[in-house]
């Protein structure tokens, strides 16, 4: 087990794999990476999924956002061939889930919201199972570890027992072992639910670092702030149904309406501005400062920002 | 095969703790004391270990302990089987490891068969460990090498049958507890249930049955061919030059042997033709071949190691003195029926009361018939239920379908 430790990074890189593609990444393939067409999804009764149009390019990092119950894991679920579709389509990387799964499964990586872990296994046995599972080459396999562990930074714990790692680790441990085919498709169901700031951060920037590496991202969370910074694009649902989606800035722009703002001073009073645009907030501030009557101590958007969008649409309060 | 990425990484589990040194600690301690109490027993109690024994005594001595220790041995993979296995799926998804494995590119085919591997591994251990013991009974003598490796040919075979229905037992359920009384259930059944029925079967026929010594009237054995321990008293017990010993030496297979025997004497001395045991041979004998074969090629493929293993081994039993049969129309429907196999035997047990001994004719020459109808029977139907096991444990993981919400 001695590491080979030039090149491993490499097998994971696309861009160093001489196949289809060229400069940045697959742009061979279709445009899109993820497409869902009239998804349904039924538990006997319960409509889990309804309806759901979803459309990814390649490339992007896609976040769905959604409360519990939502319907995230189901679609999620679909899109990893782990769950039939009731009806509607689902085409993954190319690939309808419904016709060729073992293929869809060839090319994407699933990292499930709930860690299993087994007993008694090492860090690399653990990951040397999965890629003897992935039909990877014995000989190939020593190098691929190294370079995954080095990728999710746990290079120095390659013989420890897999359950005796943090919460954060194992974390990597499985994003880790989702890379271990070099899918075109990660699918990741709450990755970051659990961690602590400092893991989540770390987490962000192993997504950039995957994303840089011409990967599609699909993350799920039922808490919008963790997804704000690292995702590009962004779709909200409720209810088995996609009510809005696109990227954060598109999206706020779109249900801007009534931005607010706090204004304290340094007598003790506060009070609240309605500004419809940065223009109009920019004059509020310049007033308020040249004014010079009271001293202003803070100047904030109040609920600015996705997170009040967030809970608004999910209340229903806008459609 | 061996490359089995389940297999590997079960192997790797389940070695590296400490568990699996208790149990075979415990299985061989269990084992020597028997060997020490039936050797006691037979040898020490009247004559005194250092005093010379006659040479057919130290016989029924080697018989004696061989039988015993085999007895125990059968029990303890019979207990430890389910218990070992139970979890083998059903544990998976517990764990919530289930569906990362289901995720990749491994077959549900390659993760029942590796766990049933992973199953038998641990069983072969168990049977290699007490190969010693088998050794000394060997070297006091009164039995042969055949017979010790028919034997431990059946405690392999009952150990493949056994884990593979609690692979699929396991498979089948969500939780391991379910898992586990389901297969424990499915032993107690074919071990305890067939004795029961049997002996009911007779109070109601009021017939006399396991404590007679003969009687040619018995409820029908077909009842019993489920049994793994019928199973081997049948297999051991078919040396002709050994006599029903007296009370020195009770055989632990006695009962059932005395069961078995009238189907067996109806084959060799060729008496009477129209026992219920003889038809069970015509309907069922030719069946032999092609269910396993129809089955390894239907069910799981033939690249499968269970069947190829299971064949072997009933070759290796069957090779001491081979019977002929056909393998032609009776057997083609059985094995064309694929998971329905265990259905097979039963009813065409049932069904074919009337016909008369084929291979009985055939081999009513002198020599032991060494593959008699019940073994046959037996045998189909073992192998039978272990396909139909992983057959479904296969199909169950085909659709996953587990996700909880």
């Known amino acids: 087990m001695t590491s080979t430790s030039l090149p491993e990074i490499e097998l994971l890189d696309p861009i160093a794999d001489p196949g289809p593609g060229g400069d940045r990444g697959r742009d061979d393939g279709p445009p899109l990476a993820v497409e869902t067409t009239a998804l349904v999804k039924r538990y006997g009764s319960v409509h889990a999924v309804r309806e759901l149009d979803l459309a990814v390019p390649r490339g992007e990092v896609f976040g769905l956002i959604g409360p519990n119950g939502a319907g995230k894991t189901t679609t999620f679920s679909i899109l990893a061939s782990l769950l039939i579709p009731t009806s509607g389509r689902a085409v993954v990387a190319g690939v309808d889930v419904r016709d060729d799964p073992r293929d869809v499964r060839a090319k994407v990586g699933y990292m499930p919201d709930i860690l299993g872990v087994y007993d008694n296994l090492q860090v690399d046995e653990y990951l040397r199972f999965f890629a003897a599972s992935y039909r990877i080459r014995r000989a190939e396999q020593p190098a691929l570890i190294d370079g995954l562990l080095e990728l999710v930074d746990l290079t120095g714990k390659r013989t420890a027992m897999v359950n005796s790692l943090s919460r954060g680790m194992k974390q990597r441990l499985s994003l880790a072992r989702s ?48 997804l704000e910074e690292m995702c590009t694009q962004i779709g909200i649902m409720e209810a088995g149904r996609l009510l809005v989606a696109g990227a954060p800035d598109e999206i706020l722009e779109r249900f801007h309406g009534t931005r607010r703002v ?45 997170e009040e969008l967030f809970l608004r649409i999910t209340e229903g309060t806008v459609t | 095969m061996i490359r089995n990425p389940v297999l590997q990484r079960e192997l790797r589990e389940r070695m590296s703790g400490s568990r699996a040194m208790w149990i075979l600690t415990g299985y061989l301690g269990l084992l020597v004391g028997i060997f020490y109490f039936v050797y006691h027993a037979q040898a020490g109690a009247q004559t005194g270990l250092d005093i010379v024994i006659a040479p057919t005594e130290v016989a029924q001595i080697g018989r004696g302990i061989f039988e015993w220790v085999l007895f125990f041995m059968l029990l303890l993979v019979l207990f430890l089987v389910p218990g070992l296995t139970s979890g083998a799926i059903a544990g998976e998804r517990e764990r919530q490891t289930l569906i990362p494995m289901q995720v990749t590119l491994l077959t549900p085919r390659s993760i029942v068969v590796g766990k049933v591997m992973a199953s038998l591994a641990f069983l072969f251990l168990l049977i290699v460990a007490a190969l010693p013991l088998f050794s000394l009974s060997y070297l006091i003598g009164g039995i042969d090498l055949i017979q010790v490796i028919e034997g431990l040919g059946i405690v392999v075979i009952t150990g493949i049958v056994y884990a593979c229905i609690t692979v699929g037992c396991s498979a089948v359920v969500k939780r391991v507890q379910t898992a586990t009384v389901l297969s424990y259930g499915v032993v107690l059944l074919t071990v305890m249930g067939t004795f029961l029925l049997y002996t009911a079967a007779g109070l109601v026929d009021g017939t006399p049955t396991l404590s007679a010594t003969s009687s040619s009237a018995h409820p029908p054995a077909v009842i019993l061919i489920a049994n793994p321990l019928a199973l081997t008293a049948a297999v051991i017990a078919r040396d002709p030059d050994q006599p029903d010993t007296g009370a020195r030496s009770i055989s632990p297979f006695a009962p059932i042997r005395r069961v078995v025997e009238p189907l067996r004497r109806d084959g060799t001395g060729g008496g009477s033709g129209s026992g219920s045991g003889t038809t069970t041979g015509t309907a069922v004998g030719p069946a032999v071949g092609p269910a396993v074969g129809g089955g390894s090629g239907g069910l799981i493929g033939g690249d499968v190691p269970v069947p190829a293993v299971a064949t072997t081994i009933v070759v290796a039993v069957d090779g001491s003195a081979p019977v002929p049969f056909s393998a032609t129309s009776d057997g083609s429907t059985l094995g064309a029926r694929g998971g329905a196999a265990n259905a097979g035997p039963g009813t065409t047990v049932g069904t074919a009361p009337g016909a008369t001994s084929g291979s009985g004719g055939g081999s009513s020459s002198g020599l032991a018939p060494t593959f008699d109808p019940f073994i046959r029977a037996s045998l189909v139907l073992m192998i039978g239920l272990a396909l139909a096991s992983v057959w479904l444990a296969s199909i169950r993981l085909r659709i996953p379908a587990e996700v909880e919400r």
């Open chain 1, 262 to 306: 706090r204004v304290r001073f340094a007598d003790g009073t506060a009070e609240e501005h309605a500004v419809a645009d940065d223009a109009e907030q920019q004059a509020l501030l310049r007033r308020l400062v040249v004014d010079g009557s009271r001293d202003v101590v803070e100047f904030a958007e109040i609920g600015g920002g996705l």
């Open chain 1, 179 to 226: 890379l271990v085919h070099d899918p075109e498709v990660l699918i990741l169901d709450e990755p970051a639910s659990g961690l602590d700031p400092r893991a989540r951060v770390d987490l962000r920037e192993l997504l950039h670092e995957l994303q840089a590496m011409g990967k599609t991202l699909l993350v799920s969370s039922h808490i919008l702030s963790e």
